[in-house]
């Protein structure tokens, strides 16, 4: 168990939906992470959240959004639906923003969009 | 533009013979990689590290090579044994970039046969 809780586990909705998935970081864990896991592909990072603060940016679509609130926990809001964006979701944190930390990664959100 | 490429997307080993997983990277700034584990429906684990100021680290049957002139690394596992079958992600951060986000390579399948 790395410690990360993602919810929910599985996710199934329409085109055009919005939906919102929720990560709650190992404890103490300052860093929370988001990726982005398609068709046995590799994990493409999406968007880095520090302390509330987002601190780096990756490949992420402008219908998709992420924050990380007061209680560290982070969720990441994926609007204006396509099928494209069925894929897993996945969640990381570490201790803090250093290069050397470890990722400890949540088991994931499947979203599938019908 | 894929920084991290893992060219092989399955292996199959016999039970005690040597895993040799391969990655390479084109970015000459990551300066720290890492090698994830995956198991159906987890997230990804983390398995073994290495700095870009050595060229091999060791961590019980596991083994990472890094050749920086190639641009390459590589995880060996001896003896292999049926419990390693899984997806194995190939990872890479820069120092000097914002965050501590990982670029990953698209995963080698490892298949261990009794």
């Known amino acids: 168990d790395s410690g990360v809780t993602q919810t929910p586990k599985h996710l199934i909705t329409a085109t055009g939906q919005r939906v919102t998935l929720r990560c709650s970081p190992r404890s103490g864990d300052l860093s929370v992470y988001w990726y982005q896991q398609s068709l046995d592909q590799g994990l493409q990072f999406l968007i880095q959240y520090y302390n509330g603060e987002e601190r780096a940016k990756g490949n992420i679509l402008e219908r998709f959004s992420a924050q990380q609130f007061p209680d560290l926990h982070s969720e990441l809001n994926l609007s204006s639906l396509e099928l494209g964006d069925s894929a897993l979701y996945f969640c990381?944190?570490?201790?803090?923003?250093?290069?050397?930390?470890?990722?400890?990664f949540g088991n994931g959100t499947r979203l599938t969009v019908t | 533009d894929q920084q991290v490429k893992q060219n092989s997307p399955s292996l199959s080993v016999q039970e005690g013979r040597i895993s040799i997983l391969n990655c390479d990277y084109t970015?000459?700034?990551?300066?720290?990689f890492l090698w994830y584990k995956k198991y159906p429906a987890e997230g990804p684990t983390f398995l073994i590290s290495i700095s870009s100021i050595k060229d091999k680290n060791e961590d019980g049957r596991f083994t990472v090579f890094l050749n920086k002139s190639a641009k390459h690394l590589s995880l060996h596992i001896v003896p292999s044994q049926p419990g390693d079958s899984a997806v194995y992600f190939c990872a890479a951060s820069a120092s000097l970039s914002a965050g501590n986000m990982l670029t990953f390579g698209g995963g080698t399948r490892l298949m261990v046969k009794p």
């Open positions: 990381a944190s570490s201790a803090s923003q250093g290069t050397r930390n470890t990722l400890h």
């Open positions: 970015n000459s700034m990551f300066d720290y």
